[in-house]
């Protein structure tokens, strides 16, 4: 097991196994992996724990494999190495130096030992003397020890590195759970009601927990998430949010996340203020608190609910976020779901060479379920965005949170606001008011009474069925009644008609309301069409209602993390350790160096060796030769 | 005796540059970034007393910059007015230089490499320096005009896949060339820059397709003096392993008697392998070690099994298991060379798969 072999599989079988926890997203909500894999694969993949295979039993276990096969190696190694530390090869016999593989002989005029031996000394060897044969003169030198400590530093390094996580890992809970002290929760629940089980003692010695935190409010438990559920971690501190705040660049782009704390020691009432943000944590009590995230705390919202299909006046709806609202519609029981708002939206919008990132102001989303719990989601800006030079409040709706939203766009008026469509959608439902300009618009066409009362009675036909279904309801009229051949010619006459009808309506609009600026434009023709489009497209939107946000009081919530890991300590020095130990055994050169003079001999022998015997050691070998024979010559 | 004059007046000349940055600079730093500047100009006047090109390289690139700056006059509208700057000393420019000259110097080893006439190498190689002269001019440019953008979107320019693609250029081709002159060989010139031309062509695809040279402001994780460790010792790795790759290719080439009478002996190429992997190892294993302490510090733990982070645990492993393979006697050779192409992958895999592909903390550079 402490083979070299060994060790190569065992890397490389670690290397493999953590592949999976990258290609498999790791601690989904289980729901998604049922949906994604389906139930049978969804249990396999659960019997094998891969949904969290970095706590995995069997992961651990590899792991372990790796630390015992580096421990068994080390300790089987270490006193090898440290011999070969001390030793000087100074036994060394003669036929092995001659098979030494470089070998080699150098003449020398006037040997005195004691200046070879300071030589070799300048140039960081170790040197040992030593008669043999009786006569003849052996100097053994050697340098580079810290290579061959380079070793145990690394492999040690690793067993530190892997003893410090395991003392961050959840090892001690996983035992606790098995024997059953302490029990996953699975059900969402107000904090109180966790039992006991469930909950982690200030004296856990590592953790990381997350607390979401609205902004006035104070808590001093953390929710640490494990598999499909959680566990409360107790903490010795409660912490208390005064302030969350986001600084944003000029483009829009977030720039800081910023939470003002107030953390009180819950025995001696100690307390604590201070701001943390991303990069820059807190540690109070062994616990670092950290930045994490940020999402909505409950915003307050005013609405008004606008019904596109009648002329009522709107209906205001006071909600929060996270938060429902019933309401009866045609008998109808409606639950409008509020789930979150943002403050800033940087989209990409502009036209398409010059797309940048502008923040279109807030928005909200919301759900509405009917009785049969089906719910669409909307998506809905509180301010008109330009789009093609013109502005529209946009607001998007799905059926299902795998789609994208689908945008309905409504023309804003000419002063930015709702009322000109609100105007508009009350005009075309208007009966008498289209009958009037039918008739009107039919009187110019023809002078012919007969014939405009015919026209005038198509046109309102053609418009009544627009009103009550949009272009959409045109189209299977004109597919069931008309000619194919025919078909595109009088849907342009119809798409005119309408056209037609809905810019005297408004042209009549401004003429009883001299002072309303609503529909000051250079050309009110387009804004017609535009609503046209909205209105057509409203059919599609799945509810009666438009949400104006009409305002709002943000209320934030911030993500904290809190960790304790004592384990860190041990990690980072065994980092250092590895550093260092990779450089002794990359950068030093081990070498030996045995030096024999024959009695009387012009002659000396030397011989080198090396545990790392590569081209850079034969040019050592080499440097250190020229170096004595340059040092006779003088 | 001159050489140390030149060495010296080297240092100093670094040391004043820093002094200018710092006495300019100072109200902007944070002490850790002190701390990098004057560790910078010892490592770099290091550098160029140990490798005496590199001096000319880091004083041509500098200088480049110098003037960029002066040309900009603090308005980085000169960027389209200013003639020097639209087609040579805007970053844009100054980089798009290099995508040129790294295809051009790879033809001309290629060329070399046949041919072997002395004149076609040193060619190729004043190429690679050139090209590494304007990308290390670009990136420092770069980083001048993102302070222009806004004083509070200035960043040093490691911070999404098309800076670092030009990072990994220049230090894949620095580390080539320190290679190609201690070994004197250029014979491996041509295979080296096909990996560099590869970064190239993606760079290219990246810039003219997703518009990806556009300065961008840090988002709040990114906003903190680690950066500026954690990524250049990352890319030492990156860029080591992936020559050692091409190395390997030239060394399994040698077995075949046409490649041989091209190409360097045997023993060479495994030495440079092994030395090129050996660095590489030392700055990937400080990098993942940095990446650990930062992610301590803005993410609340050291190691979170992000997708990146495992990667890199992975290729750490794979490297930490081709050094081991080393030392087994008889399996040298082909499986070495083998194992570290296969390391360029799974290094590949981690620098951009995992962007581009997988999905977690460390997202910095989307497609």
Known sequence: ?634 | MKKEMYDYGFALLLTLVGLYALTNFYSYMDQYEVAILVGSVAGFSYMGIQWNRFKYFFIASFTLAFLSIFLYQGDLGQSESNFFLKYILSSQSAIMWMTALFPLALLIYWFYLFVKQEFYGSLATFMVWAASIFATAGLLIRWFESYLVDLDVGHIPVSNLYEVFVLFCLIASLIYLFYEEKLQTKKLGPFVLIVINAAVGFLLWYTLAKNADVIQPLVPALQSYWMKIHVPANFIGYGAFAVAAMVSVAYLLTGNGFWNRYLPPKEILDEMTYRLIAIGFIFFTIATILGAVWAAEAWGGYWSWDPKETWALIVWLNYAAWLHLRLIKGLRGNILAWWSIGGLLITTFCFLGVNLFLSGLHSYGEL
């Open chain 1, 1 to 634: 097991m402490s083979s070299m072999r060994f060790a190569i599989s065992m890397l490389s079988v670690v290397g493999l196994a953590s592949i999976i926890g990258t290609v498999l997203q790791q601690n989904q909500p289980y729901e998604s992996y049922i949906i994604n894999f389906g139930q049978f694969w969804f249990e396999l993949f659960e019997m094998l724990s891969l949904y969290n295979v970095y706590q995995a039993t069997w992961f651990l276990l590899i792991l372990f494999f790796l630390v015992a096969s580096t421990s068994l190696c080390v300790s089987r190694n270490t006193p090898q190495v440290i011999k070969d530390i001390r030793r000087f090869q100074e036994n060394i016999r003669e036929e092995s130096l001659k098979r030494n593989k470089y070998v080699s002989e150098i003449s020398i005029k006037n040997f005195k030992k004691s200046d070879l031996v300071s030589l070799l000394k300048d140039m960081q060897f170790k040197v040992r003397e030593k008669k043999i044969n009786g006569e003849d003169d052996l100097i053994v030198a050697k340098k580079g020890d810290f290579q061959k400590l380079g070793y145990i530093f690394t492999h040690m390094a690793i067993i530190i590195i892997s003893v410090g996580g395991l003392m961050d890992g959840n090892l001690v809970f996983k035992f606790k759970e098995a024997v059953g002290i302490k029990k996953i929760e699975m059900v969402d629940k107000p904090i109180s009601e966790i039992a006991k089980k469930s909950w982690l003692e200030t004296s856990n010695f590592s953790y990381r927990a997350n607390m979401l935190l609205v902004e006035g409010e104070s808590q001093d438990v953390g929710v640490i998430p494990v598999k499909d559920g959680y566990l409360i971690q107790d903490l010795p501190f409660s912490v208390a949010l005064k302030d969350f705040k986001i600084e944003h660049y000029a483009s829009g782009q977030p720039k800081s996340f910023e939470s003002d704390l107030i953390v009180k020691n819950k025995k001696n009432g100690k307390v604590l203020n201070k701001k943390i943000s991303v990069n820059k944590p807190l540690t109070v009590d062994g616990v670092t608190i950290y930045q994490s995230d940020f999402q909505d705390g409950g915003s307050k919202l005013n609405l008004n609910l606008i019904d596109l299909y009648s002329a009522e006046k709107p209906l205001a709806m006071k909600a929060a976020v996270f938060k429902h609202n019933i309401l009866i519609v045609d008998e109808q029981k409606l639950n409008f779901e509020f789930e979150d708002f943002r403050l800033f939206n940087i989209l990409d919008i502009g036209l398409e060479e010059s797309k940048k990132p502008t923040n279109v102001g807030p928005n909200f989303r919301h759900k509405i379920r009917d009785v049969t719990g089906q719910a669409r989601e909307y998506e809905t800006y509180q301010h008109p965005m330009v789009i093609d030079g013109r502005y529209f409040f946009m607001s998007g709706m799905r059926n299902t949170p795998q789609e994208d939203y689908r945008y309905l766009r409504i023309p804003a008026d000419a002063e930015r606001s709702l009322e000109g469509f609100m105007v508009f959608k009350n005009l075309i439902r208007d009966r008498k008011k289209v009958t009037k300009a039918t008739v009107e618009i039919a009187r110019n066409s023809s002078e012919i009474k007969e014939v405009s009362r015919n026209l005038a009675n198509n046109f309102q036909a053609i418009f009544d069925n627009f009103v009550s279904g949009g272009y959409n309801n045109i189209a299977l009229n004109i597919d069931e009644n008309v000619p194919d051949e025919k078909q595109e010619q009088v849907a342009g006459t119809y798409l005119k008609i309408i056209h037609l009808i809905a810019d005297r309506l408004i042209v009549d609009f401004q003429n009883n309301n001299s002072t309303s600026t609503l529909f000051n434009f250079d050309d009110v023709s387009v804004f017609t069409q535009d609503a046209l489009n909205g209105y057509s497209d409203s059919f599609f939107y799945g509810s009666n209602f438009w949400i104006e946000l009409k305002d709002f009081e943000h209320i934030q919530a911030s993500g904290l993390q809190l960790t304790k890991s004592p384990g860190q300590f041990w990690v980072y020095l065994g980092s250092i350790m590895l550093v260092l130990g990779i450089f002794c055994m990359i950068y030093i050169q081990e070498a030996r160096l045995w030096i024999v003079r024959k009695k009387g001999s012009k002659k000396v022998t030397l011989a080198f060796a090396s545990n790392r015997e590569h081209l850079e050691f034969e040019k050592f070998v080499l440097d250190t030769k020229a170096k004595i024979k340059k040092f006779y010559l003088n």
